[in-house]
């Protein structure tokens, strides 16, 4: 199962549109009630539906949108004339936010949080590996995922291994490992997550990808 998309509210399909575009969005469907937007990274897309009648502004669905610089974002946003209801700051849960509302009144948070939101120290769940995992970048465009115990000097036995060595990252746990892939490489993580985690709790010691 994977969260494919999210359709919010609107009472001025046109507003909101020019909103979402000003956000950052991409808009890929449009009719009389119903536009829908691709993101800039990610194969997740968000939407936007028209309603009659108020739009619940308390106890309502919280959208949040992840960039790289929140301060660039937010001064761009305010330069366009966009009313910043909660300026950016650093929270107890590592995460760097700040807060507006859309043209309808729907929440939006603005933030990065990087590995910390979805991989945070206090995480319930232990990563079912230990820092063995390397990431071995072969040429051609060729990859491999190796159990090595070696630690931070395995790139040289790496080396060896490897005929068409071109460099290799280590050593990850499971977690650290797919939330560097999901940031650097989101179109390889997005094609052998699974594959990942099922090579790190196996007998296996080497994934080819």
């Given amino acids: 199962m994977r969260l494919n998309q999210v359709t919010a509210a609107t009472t001025d399909l046109d507003a909101s549109i ?14 009389t009630h119903y536009a829908r937007f691709e993101l800039p ?107 090595h115990e070696g630690g931070a000097e395995t790139w040289r036995a790496l080396q060896d291994r490897y005929g068409d060595y071109n460099a290799s990252l280590g050593p990850f746990d499971l977690f650290s490992l797919l939330a560097m892939l999901e940031t650097e490489w989101p179109d390889l993580f997005l094609a052998h997550d699974q594959a990942i985690r099922a090579f790190a709790v196996s007998d296996a010691t080497e994934l080819e990808l």
């Fill in 18 to 31: 020019a909103f979402y575009r000003l956000l950052g969005l991409k808009l890929i469907v449009k009719s």
């Fill in 41 to 147: 990274r990610g194969e997740a897309t968000f939407s936007l539906h028209l309603t009659e009648g108020p739009i619940p502004r308390e106890n309502a669905p919280q959208l949040y949108f992840e960039v790289l610089d929140v301060d660039f974002e937010i001064r761009r946003l305010k330069l366009a004339g966009v009313a910043i209801k909660r300026e950016a700051m650093a929270q107890s849960w590592l995460w760097y936010e700040a807060w507006l509302r859309d043209p309808a009144g729907n929440a939006i948070c603005i933030y990065h949080a990087g590995d910390a939101r979805r991989y945070p120290p206090w995480r319930i769940d232990a990563p079912p590996s230990e820092n063995t995992l390397h990431l071995v970048i072969r040429d051609g465009e060729k990859w491999a995922l190796v159990k």
